[in-house]
T-cell receptor
Framework: EADIYQTPRYLVIGTGKKITLECSQT?????MYWYQQDPGMELHLIHY???????EKGDLSSESTVSRIRTEHFPLTLESARPSHTSQYLC???????????FGPGTRLLVL | SQKIEQNSEALNIQEGKTATLTCNYT??????LQWYRQDPGRGPVFLLL?????KEKRKERLKVTFDTTLKQSLFHITASQPADSATYLC?????????????FGAGTRLAVHP
């Protein structure tokens, strides 16, 4: 079991609210990622980070933002949630020189 | 266009049989290919990685093949068990760009019946 944690696991929230999805890993990995996954569909990369103070947008356009102030922490923020943001959000991390990604359990978000 | 194809229909097999899942891709040139297992409501878990210069990789009851000419990978689970029931994702990686970019297929759901 990978040491990567996500909170909350489930979140139901109203339109227009600001939310932050938390992701922490205790493995000392440099690289971290956020994916979005709808049921039965592929994972799509929305953000990634090489290390502290490094963040980049992924392949899928997203209205969310991320920060990387500490190695172990990579939170994702939605300033104003909309129903189109309803999805599962998965956080992952990897060693700098290795290709395997370790995933957290995910946050299932429902925006009403 | 670039595409990864995994069988969208669930694969149903009897316990003890070998399950074979397929991953086909077009217009990609990955340096390696990975297979992950995903259980409902959970994140994917890494199973195996195979590089472009490797034909086959094994780990316990798992075997992966990689044919870069056919642009296809086959994932085998021998002596399958009900506990192997899950969705299996293939992911292509090793592209240029500097980060560990992985491109995932949508996965194939495997159901192993007692």
């Amino acid at each position: 079991e990978a040491d990567i944690y996500q909170t909350p696991r489930y979140l139901v929230i109203g339109t227009g609210k600001k939310i932050t999805l938390e992701c922490s890993q205790t493995m000392g990995h440099d690289k971290m990622y956020w994916y979005q996954q709808d049921p039965g569909m592929e994972l799509h990369l929305i953000h990634y980070s090489y290390g502290v103070n490094s963040t980049e947008k992924g392949d899928l356009s997203s209205e969310s933002t991320v920060s990387r102030i500490r190695t172990e922490h990579f939170p994702l923020t939605l300033e104003s949630a909309r129903p189109s943001h309803t999805s599962q959000y998965l956080c992952a991390s990897s060693w700098d020189s290795q290709e395997t990604q370790y995933f957290g359990p995910g946050t299932r978000l429902l925006v009403l | 266009s670039q595409k990864i194809e995994q069988n969208s229909e669930a694969l149903n097999i009897q316990e003890g049989k070998t399950a074979t899942l397929t991953c086909n891709y077009t217009n990609y040139s990955p340096a390696y290919l990975q297979w992950y297992r995903q259980d409902p409501g959970r994140g994917p878990v890494f199973l195996l990685l195979i590089r472009e210069n490797e034909k086959e990789k094994r780990k316990e009851r798992l075997k992966v093949t990689f044919d870069t000419t056919l642009k296809q990978s086959l994932f085998h689970i021998t002596a399958s068990q009900p506990a192997d029931s899950a969705t299996y994702l293939c992911a292509l990686g090793g592209f240029s760009g500097g980060y560990n970019k992985l491109i995932f297929g949508a996965g194939t759901r495997l159901a192993v019946h007692p």
